[in-house]
Structure formats: C-alpha cells, structure tokens
C-alpha cells in the first residue's frame, strides 16, 4: 500500500494517484500544464490588489451594522426629547 503522489492523504494499492487526484490528473491532461496554471492563479490565489479589495469589503460588512445603530440612536434620541422651543413657537402660535 502506497500514499497518493499528489495529495499524500489518500491510500492507494492499484496505482499512483488516488480518485480524486486521478479526476484532478485528467483534467490537466485535457486542457493543458499552462492553461490549468493560468486558472488556479487567477481563481485561487489572491494578488496584493485583491487582497486589499477583500479587506476593504470586510471593514464595510463590520463597520454597516455600526452605523445603522448609531443611526437608530440618533433617531431614537430626537423622538424622545423633541425640540422643546420649537413646540412652545408653535403653541404661541395657535393661541
């Protein structure tokens, strides 16, 4: 019995590569050594631009929540304490 040559998790006894790495081995002789390269560098790995986009998208998703709080406050805050000169302005008025 034998490891897997590519993913060294998978126990082999017939041959090299277990299933999965076998599906992963016709794949890449399908289409190619620089195509399947090209495609796993630009769906898997993350280049200094995207990372910094993913961070920004982060800190949005986290700080979003933050604010609509500060927002139900504020608006809380104005409902329960009216402007009071406003209201006396008013009341003169109607007199």
């Known amino acids: 019995m034998l490891s897997c040559y590519l993913c060294n998790s998978e126990t082999v006894i017939t041959s090299y590569f277990c299933d999965d790495c076998n599906y992963i081995k016709r794949i890449l002789q399908c289409y190619g050594r620089e195509e399947i390269k090209n495609i796993i560098t630009k769906v ?3 280049n200094q631009k995207q990372m ?3 961070i920004e998208i982060i800190k ?3 700080e ?3 604010k609509k ?3 139900k406050e ?3 805050e104005s409902y ?3 402007n009071t000169d406003l209201i006396k302005e008013l009341k003169n ?3």
Do not use: A
């Open 64 to 66: 979003k929540p933050k």
């Open 52 to 54: 910094e986009n993913k």
């Open 60 to 62: 949005d998703k986290i």
């Open 69 to 71: 709080e500060e927002k």
């Open 93 to 95: 008025k109607l007199k």
């Open 44 to 46: 898997c790995i993350r």
């Open 80 to 82: 329960m304490s009216p």
């Open 74 to 76: 504020k608006g809380d």
